[in-house]
């Protein structure tokens, strides 16, 4: 079952969510966050998409266009990553296994 992330209200913390939300962030199925934890998700999801597209591709073949989108979006993954570590949120963009 993948994770829903909800922004949580305004001002909130992880420590300030009733039991239901704790209780559901904990079995990972509902996950209430701040703005800028949804914004680091969403940002990190969108490149690590355009990513993808870029490293099925062979090297030699793209543009320096294409280099540097490339590099750009593995500039904004790891500020995402920073971001979302820092709130102790890294498991929402951890790959399942």
């Keep these: 079952m993948a994770t829903q992330i909800v922004q949580a209200p305004a001002g909130a913390d ?15 199925t509902h996950v209430r966050v701040t703005p800028n934890v949804a914004r680091a998700v969403a940002r990190f999801q969108s490149a690590a998409r355009t ?15 294409e280099h540097n989108t ?3 979006k593995l500039t904004v993954m790891r500020d995402a990553r920073a971001t979302l570590a820092a709130a102790g949120q890294e498991h929402l963009i951890e790959v399942a296994r």
């Design 14 to 28: 992880h420590q300030a969510m009733s039991l239901a939300d704790r209780l559901a962030h904990e079995a990972g």
């Design 51 to 65: 990513v993808a597209r870029y490293e099925a591709m062979d090297s030699a073949d793209m543009t320096p266009d």
């Design 70 to 72: 490339w590099y750009d």
